[in-house]
């Protein structure tokens, strides 16, 4: 989902700055939702289960251009069966690979993801608008409908949920970051983190207020999108948040946003929340335990170094 996201910008630019050109986008069906509401593309392609029906429907579209920015072997095989001229991304998996394995930073990308991805566009003169990556909420909601009223004005949003193991806090620092976070508190999450959001409401009371496994994905975007911060792991939404350029802490375990040049784009303020290990980072999208046994890379992160950027 990250590097999806992180495509908008270029879609942006490219609909802005080449007048009349008609801008589709093909995905899978997991992440539709992405670009099922942005309205600098005029229609939306979903990856089939079998490829040749996909590169059916691109040579029907008659397209002038191809901007591959996956690069994959499912992306050369479309490009090679509709002949269509194309720009792609260069996606440095050696020097990533070396950075991962080595922790060398020279390594790592000096330039941020939407960067790299505008550079597929530039021989059209498309420039980077400098502006956050974009993400479209499908309706209005009232907040007081999915938070109470009581929470509803300058809360706090935390985003407590992961794929990835690696990826989360241990919910005993979660609750203390809690503990000392002014304010109110509204956790979000699916399922998968329903208990640990009883385990943190039980401990920190009313001022905690837990919507995991209550909101789907659009209620949960547009609640971020009315709190005061957010905070949250390497996850989805956090990535999402940075669409309503917003106070924003995003907190890195076993992955690093300098590895993958992830870190928040066109911010006005953000904190990447994490510590220098010999062996953080350990993977580029989580583990399901930590390696070595010690988790150190999320359980010492100091907890003021997060509080202290939501208090202040």
Known sequence: MGDIIYTTPVVRC??????????????????????????????????KPKLKDTIADIKLEKFDLIIDLHNNLRT?????????????????????????????????????????????????????????????????YKVEDLIPATHANGFVAFVIGA??????????????????????IV???????????????????????????KTNLDQSVFLVSKAKKVLGFDTGLTHIAEAFNMP????WGSTAPELLGVFPYKVKESLEAGIDLPCRPCSKFGRDACPLGHFKCMKDIPNAMITDFINR
Request: charged share 25%; aromatic share 10%; proline share 5%.
């Open 76 to 140: 050369t095989i479309i490009k090679l069966s509709t002949g269509l001229p194309a720009s792609t991304y260069k996606k440095d998996r050696l020097r990533k690979w070396l950075g991962l394995k080595l922790k060398w930073t020279a390594f790592y990308p000096k330039e941020h993801l939407v960067e790299r991805y505008l550079k597929t566009v530039k021989f059209l003169g498309v420039v980077n608008d400098e502006q956050p990556i974009d993400y479209y909420v499908a309706k209005e």
């Open 14 to 47: 490219l609909k802005r700055q080449l007048p009349g050109a008609e801008i589709h986008f093909l995905t899978k069906q997991q992440f539709k939702y992405i670009y099922e509401h942005n309205p600098y593309v005029d229609k939306l392609h979903i990856l």
């Open 163 to 184: 794929t990835h193991y690696t990826k989360r806090m241990p919910v005993e620092k979660v609750i203390e970051i809690c503990r000392d976070i002014n304010g109110p």
């Open 248 to 251: 924003l802490v995003s907190i």
């Open 187 to 213: 956790l979000m999450g699916g399922n998968d983190v329903l208990e640990n959001a009883q385990l943190i409401q039980t401990a920190i009371g009313d001022r905690v207020y837990s919507t995991c496994g």
